[in-house]
């Protein structure tokens, strides 16, 4: 069942009795980025996807976004589909719009996954790539953009062997209102850094990483998982940084063996 919640398209599909999952996606992606994981998942749980406000079809309006706006947008899917206790899942952008959520009213949730995503945030050389990328975009168009970063996303072993994946993950992404793009770009450049609040977590929690993932590598998120009282961590081979759909085989084992013994 497809919805229009708060202007953003959300996917719902599963038994609303059942444990609800919600899936957030990264930049510059859209809700397909969790197909493998939904198309087992909803068997069991009630899965919820969304495209974040500016990109997939979702809403772009002004394009001035921050983190703090794309939480609420999260905390307002949560209310109108009056869903109790869900599990996080955030990939990348969608990790540090998990973790804000949970660092701002933890008790909403029941579990934390985290793929491919860190709690810092942009120093100030990574402030300066922010820019110099909404200059590309300005400059050179989306296009060339979405090229160049999608494939940069992917482990160079997924670039030969699953050339149709990438293809289509780069079609996705060019299908984007450039206006989204950059204000999604201005959100994570301004976004705060949750790294303190890591110790705090009690919820049960996840930490995916992709071995060939060169944004979040495995040694970042390793020292993250490390700062949780309480998180497992996982390092998916033959993945770069989007280990869903790179490896969605392992990741599905990892995410559905956490739900059935840490979630219940
Ligand atoms: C993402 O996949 O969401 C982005 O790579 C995150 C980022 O650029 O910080």
């Known amino acids: 069942m497809q919805k229009i919640i708060n202007s953003m398209v959300v996917n719902i599909s599963g038994d609303k009795n059942k444990q609800p999952i ?57 209310g109108e589909l009056q869903i109790e206790k869900p599990v996080l899942c955030g990939l990348s952008m969608g990790g540090y719009i998990a973790l804000r959520a949970v660092e701002k009213h933890q008790r909403t949730f029941k ?55 990438v293809d289509l993950t780069i079609s996705r992404a060019k299908q984007n209102n450039p206006l989204g793009v950059k204000g999604a770009l201005l959100a994570m450049l301004s976004r705060t850094d949750t790294t303190e609040y890591l110790s705090k977590v009690q919820i049960p929690t996840l930490v995916i990483a992709g071995a060939f993932d060169k944004l979040t590598p495995p040694t970042v998120m390793r020292d993250m998982a490390d700062r949780f009282k309480n998180a497992e961590f996982a390092i998916t081979p033959r993945a770069g940084h989007l280990s869903p759909i790179e490896n969605p085989g392992m990741v599905n084992d990892l995410i559905s063996g956490f739900l059935k013994r840490r979630i219940k």
């Not at 793929?115 to 400059?139: F, H, P, W, Y």
């Not at 090229?147 to 994946?165: M, P, R, W």
């Open 22 to 78: 919600i899936f957030i996606h990264g930049f510059p992606f859209d809700r397909s980025l969790w197909n493998n994981q939904v198309n087992l998942l909803q068997k069991d749980y009630y899965c919820i996807t969304y495209d974040i406000r500016g990109l997939g079809s979702s809403y772009v309006g002004d394009g001035q976004y921050t983190m703090e706006a794309f939480v609420s947008d999260l905390y307002s899917i949560i």
């Open 111 to 165: 579990g934390l996954i985290l793929c491919n995503t860190k709690s810092t945030a942009d120093d100030n050389s990574g402030k300066l790539i922010r820019a110099e990328k909404i200059n590309q975009i300005n400059v050179d168009g989306l296009d060339a953009f979405t090229e160049e970063f999608v494939t940069g996303c992917f482990a160079k072993e997924s670039l030969k062997d699953f050339k149709e994946i």
